[in-house]
């Protein structure tokens, strides 16, 4: 389906690949990047635990694990995305939260992340040495709740370079640059932590594509400044949630964060594209790349529509589901004397081939409906 390399012509003005070159980027002006064709990206591998959900889905495998990554790499995507947070002696360790629970005696315990040496880290859940016993692994859900982190396939927690070590070579990592909401964070600590996750991603990538995103906007404009060779993308909510930093409330505004600080993309929340479609082509006249992420991404539908739209990639929870239903939408009808043109072709492929092919007035009807859909 979907090209697991950057093509030089996908890439306007780069040398050879935009991948492991040490000239890089030229950085006295915007460099625009493409997604391989339609990317179907995993979310923490093959998708992120919701302890509290009735769908296994969810629970299948340890998010932001190498048997998540691994898994999600059985299927036909081009990236997965994960979260990098570093230790205080300097490790960057793959976890999404900024908090990580303990339960001891009936006490939970709660230690920051970036408090933790990797030593102390890598103490919670399971261990690697089968002797060992690791601290019991607890999450707090959004409704406050800490919950023991129970899935059907566990996995101990990895560091960055483990990840480069043992993920399937061919797969994409989408690394986020993970950094607290309400923290305010200073410039010589964001560089001395955005070197050290640059480090391990130069000494061990190889020829693996890598992206960067964050929603930190001085994050996202720092490691575009201290590196040129990997695209950076600037997350956003887009209007979602709103923030002290205006810079993160609206596509607008991500926009100009791209601009001024020279960044390849967007990754928006879905429905902050959905409801404000008129930003899509203010967004590709600045020669950006646009990419979304949320829980409409799992439906097949959805997907479908952004692909409409022009939306060069979705992040997704159900890889699985998701990649099958994009390798069926990606699916172009036949030449007369393709095999797909007998009558032995599939019902599932008849059904992709012969989908409807909206105008641009019916694709403005279907985005305000969708809209008004997601505002009710």
């Not at 990317?39 to 302890?51: A, E, T």
């Not at 992340?113 to 102390?120: A, G, I, M, Q």
């Amino acid at each position: 389906m979907a090209l697991r390399t950057v093509l030089v012509a996908d890439v306007p003005s780069l040398p050879d690949s935009v991948y492991g070159l040490s000239e890089g980027l030229d950085m006295s002006k915007p460099t625009s990047f493409k997604m391989p064709g339609f990317s179907v990206i995993g979310h923490r591998g093959n998708g992120m635990n919701v302890l509290q959900s009735s769908d296994r889905r969810t629970r299948g495998f340890k998010e932001n694990s190498i048997l998540s990554f691994n898994s999600a790499a059985k299927f036909p995507i081009d990236f997965i995305e994960f979260d990098v947070q570093v230790t205080k002696d300097d490790f960057p360790v793959i976890f999404h939260d900024d908090f990580i629970y303990s339960q001891e005696n009936g006490v939970v315990n709660e230690s920051r992340v970036t408090d933790l040496s990797l030593s102390e880290f890598l103490l919670y859940g399971p261990q690697k040495e089968a002797e060992k016993i690791g601290k019991t692994l607890m999450r707090k859900s959004k409704e406050g709740q800490v919950l023991k982190w129970d899935v059907d396939s566990d996995d101990p927690l990895c560091t960055l370079q483990e990840a480069f070590e043992r993920v399937e070579q061919s797969l994409g990592f989408n690394i986020e640059l993970k950094f607290d909401d309400q923290v305010v964070y200073e410039r010589e600590f964001l560089v001395h932590v955005l070197r050290t996750v640059l480090q391990v991603v130069f000494d061990y990538a190889k020829d693996r594509p890598v992206i960067f995103s964050s929603f930190q906007p001085d994050a996202a404009q720092l490691v575009r400044e201290l590196q040129s060779t990997y695209p950076v993308y600037f997350l956003t909510d887009a209007g979602n949630q709103m923030y002290k930093d205006e810079r993160r409330n609206s596509l607008e505004e991500a926009i100009k964060v791209c601009l001024e600080g020279k960044l390849q993309g967007i990754v928006s929340e879905v429905k902050g594209v959905f409801r404000n479609p008129s930003a899509i082509p203010k967004i590709k006249e600045s020669n950006l790349s646009l990419l979304t992420y949320g829980k409409l991404n799992n439906v097949g539908e959805a997907v479908y529509m952004q692909y409409v739209m022009g939306i060069e990639g979705v992040i997704v929870d159900f890889v699985e589901e998701i990649s099958e239903s994009v390798r069926l939408m990606m699916i172009r009808p036949p030449s007369p004397s393709s095999p797909l043109s007998s009558s032995a072709a599939s019902k599932d492929d008849v059904a992709a081939i012969t989908r409807p092919e909206f105008s641009q007035k019916e694709i403005d009807f279907l985005l305000k409906l969708l809209s008004q859909l997601i505002q009710h």
